[in-house]
């Protein structure tokens, strides 16, 4: 492995290492990339992807110490890879639109 010179330090980044996660976030991670695999995305993005996350969620790799016992941040798997929207089909959004357009011309608003 080659050293990063970066800020007069040699620097060791060891990339695909993930001997420093715990068993948790590695049962998450595999977890994610299956979800991931299910819904069509490729192997590499998936596990790329499902990486992201548990780092995301958790800050990284195991850190010893005190202190590290804090809750993670579950949002990004909650979310699940959705970006938002509404839980009524296009035709139900519409029509309660209409509706409201209507109900607002009849009261001149």
Known sequence: MEPMVGFGKEMF???GDKSKYTDK???????????????GRSKKTAERIAWAT?????GGGKK????RGKMGNR????KGGHIGGSSQSFAKRSAAGK???RTR???GR
Do not use: D
Request: charged residues 30%.
């Open 13 to 15: 980044m060891p990339v």
């Open 25 to 39: 976030q590695k049962r998450r991670a595999e977890h994610i990339e299956e979800g991931y695999e299910k819904r």
């Open 54 to 58: 548990v780092n995301k969620e958790s």
């Open 64 to 67: 010893s110490g005190s202190g």
């Open 75 to 78: 949002s990004a798997s909650t």
């Open 99 to 101: 509706k409201a357009a």
């Open 105 to 107: 011309a009849q009261h």
